[in-house]
């Protein structure tokens, strides 16, 4: 009987070995495998420091762009309208089934002309 106790023992303290070797070799894969994602998360905030002062160039940039749109499209009609080989062309181009009214002009007030 003491020695089927010994080798249970033993077996256990084996099993447990065996499984604290298996786990250690996982969590030193994890290990690498953090230690890549952080050196890849380094160089993304490396290059996203270069990138930031660009997009709001950009983003300055678009705004000035929106901001003239308006005036953009008012000498495109102008320029389309000098330029236009039928002269008697309305200066909108009108589709076949007339102008479209809406509804919600009258709620807020405007008058299209």
């Not at 020695?3 to 298996?22: D, N």
């Not at 039928?86 to 009258?106: H, I, K, M, Q």
């Amino acid at each position: 009987m003491i020695v089927l106790t010994v080798v249970v023992i033993v077996l256990l303290i084996a099993g447990l070995a065996f499984y604290l070797y298996w786990v250690g070799t996982l969590l030193t894969g994890i290990a690498t495998n953090l230690e890549v994602a952080d050196e890849a998360v380094a160089q993304v905030n490396r290059d996203a420091a270069l990138i930031g002062p660009g997009v709001e160039h950009v983003n300055r940039s678009g705004g000035t762009v929106a901001g003239a749109l308006p005036l953009l499209y008012g000498f495109a009609e102008k320029i389309v309208g000098k330029v236009s080989p039928n002269p008697t062309r309305p200066e909108v181009a009108v589709p076949a089934s007339g102008r479209r009214r809406s509804r919600l002009f009258d709620g807020v007030g405007y008058a299209p002309r």
